[in-house]
Antibody, heavy 117, light 109 residues
Framework: QVQLQESGPGLVKSSETLSLTCAVS?????????WSWVRQSPGKGLEWIGE???????NYNPSLKSRVTISQDKSKNQFSLKLDSVTAADTAVYYC??????????WGRGTLVTVSS | EIVLTQSPGTLSLSPGERATLSCRAS???????LAWYQQRPGQAPRLLIY???SRATGIPDRFSGSGSGTDFTLTISRLEPDDFAVYYC??????????FGQGTRLEIK
């Protein structure tokens, strides 16, 4: 069974870059599969951020596209999220997920990121 | 962008009762693009139903999904204490790819 674990700083200063990593176990990120980042804040509910595939590349939420980069490290079997120029509105719990048939079938436990001024 | 509207916002029921949760899409969806999740306090969402009516691995048959077009339903036939949680529907498609409803909170009456 696939397991995902998010890691990264829990506190980021406003205008700086949020960086998170998702370590995958029980499966390889090089398989023919998409992997996503999703966030959840009280104000906006669940929000899909973007996804990555080992061959097909990336897709991003249009509202975040200018600030988001999702990348992968195949040697470490992990993928990462970078979100530039953060504000208080980016405070949320961030989840990494494995994509399935038009849904998200495995989720990490989530990590809270707070943006401070 | 397709908008999903869930109703009711909060549903108060007792264990053993039947729960019916609604998800309405602003545009017609192919059934395969509609999923349901359960989120318990302090936990990540858990996939319950995909393709509008297929149960995910390990999900008990008390949970069922139905619907088509713009109207979809999640039914929990006999509520157990662990079922009291927040439920989200999710659709796939368009430029945003994955969008979620705002959630229905199922609480103990």
């Amino acid at each position: 069974q696939v397991q995902l674990q998010e890691s990264g700083p829990g506190l980021v200063k406003s205008s700086e870059t949020l960086s998170l990593t998702c370590a995958v176990s029980g499966g390889s990120i090089t398989n023919d599969n998409w992997w996503s980042w999703v966030r959840q804040s009280p104000g906006k509910g669940l929000e899909w951020i973007g996804e990555i595939h080992p061959i097909r590349g990336t897709n991003y939420n249009p509202s975040l596209k200018s600030r988001v980069t999702i990348s992968q490290d195949k040697s470490k079997n992990q993928f990462s999220l970078k979100l530039d120029s953060v504000t208080a509105a980016d405070t949320a719990v961030y989840y990494c997920t494995k994509n399935a048939a038009w849904c998200l079938d495995y989720w990490g436990r989530g990590t809270l990121v707070t943006v401070s001024s | 962008e397709i908008v999903l509207t869930q109703s009711p916002g909060t549903l108060s029921l007792s264990p053993g009762e039947r729960a019916t949760l609604s998800c309405r899409a602003s545009q017609s969806l192919a059934n395969k693009y509609l999923a349901w999740y359960q989120q318990r306090p302090g936990q990540a969402p858990r996939l319950l139903i995909y393709g509008a009516s297929s149960r995910a691995t390990g999900i008990p048959d008390r949970f069922s999904g139905s619907g088509s077009g713009t109207d979809f339903t999640l039914t929990i036939s006999r509520l157990e204490p662990d079922d009291f949680a927040v439920y989200y529907c999710q659709q796939y498609g368009g430029s945003l790819l994955y969008t979620f409803g705002q959630g229905t909170r199922l609480e103990i009456k």
